[in-house]
């Protein structure tokens, strides 16, 4: 882990003074600056095998637009940073794609070959047709949610920045990313709140499980 560690810690010595505050709104970074950050961000991210293996496997799925989401992409880089064990504090892994096809019946029918493909990982992994979400999301929330034209779009409309990040593998292709924010937020170890949607209580309930969790986090409050 110290070995590990030591890549973070190399990479992050090369990252603008944190007193910088334009620099650390990762959404104002130049492309350049995006791309050779997801490049560390990606290595980070598959030090967690259950992350490998599923990028590595993903497109055996065969559910269109599909990606690997939120979570246990940036708590594995914490883990890393902090010098943890890259799965610790991680509960599930979210998988999202687009279809479409709106049907209960057709997200479920995409459920049960994930549960087939990584029934071995012993894992609790979630998949969900971004397709649908505008149409569960209200009665569930209570707050309207915008109709997506496609499975990343849902990155904006996250609690926190932090989570907007989705990874997609194609077995032994190069692995494709999207982050509307950015990187730099993450691998400075900062959760600051995305205000696309109203929702203070489930960012304060997140930003406080993972203010325990990983304890060197820099929580933004909502307002």
Not at 64 to 87: A, I, R, Y
Not at 120 to 126: A, G, P, R, T, V
Not at 146 to 173: C, D, F, M, W
């Amino acid at each position: 882990m110290r070995r590990k560690g030591h890549i973070v810690n190399r990479y992050r010595k090369r990252l603008p003074s944190a007193g910088d505050e334009s620099l650390l709104f990762a959404d104002n970074l130049p492309r350049y600056d995006v791309s050779r950050n997801a490049d560390t961000l990606i290595k980070l991210v598959q030090m967690n095998p259950y992350n490998k293996t599923i990028l590595d496997r993903m497109h055996l799925l065969d559910a269109p637009d599909c990606w690997l989401v939120s979570g246990c992409l940036f708590q594995t880089v914490w883990n890393v940073v902090e010098g943890k064990n890259p799965c610790d504090g991680i509960l599930d892994y979210d998988i999202i794609y687009f279809d479409p096809d709106q049907s209960r019946e057709g997200e479920e029918a995409v459920n049960l070959r994930a549960e087939a493909l990584f029934r071995d990982l012993n894992i609790k992994i979630e998949v969900k047709n971004q397709s649908r979400v505008h149409m569960w999301y209200e009665p569930k929330f209570g707050l309207p949610y915008p109709e997506l034209k496609h499975a990343t779009e849902s990155l904006n409309y996250y609690p926190s920045k932090v989570q907007a990040i989705a990874l997609q593998g194609r077995g032994k292709s190069r692995i494709s990313y999207e982050a509307p924010f950015g990187f730099e937020n993450l691998l400075r170890l900062i959760v600051r709140p995305n205000h696309a949607l109203e929702f203070p209580d489930i960012y304060e309930e997140k930003a406080k499980r993972w203010k325990d969790v990983w304890p060197n986090l820099t929580i933004h409050p909502w307002k």
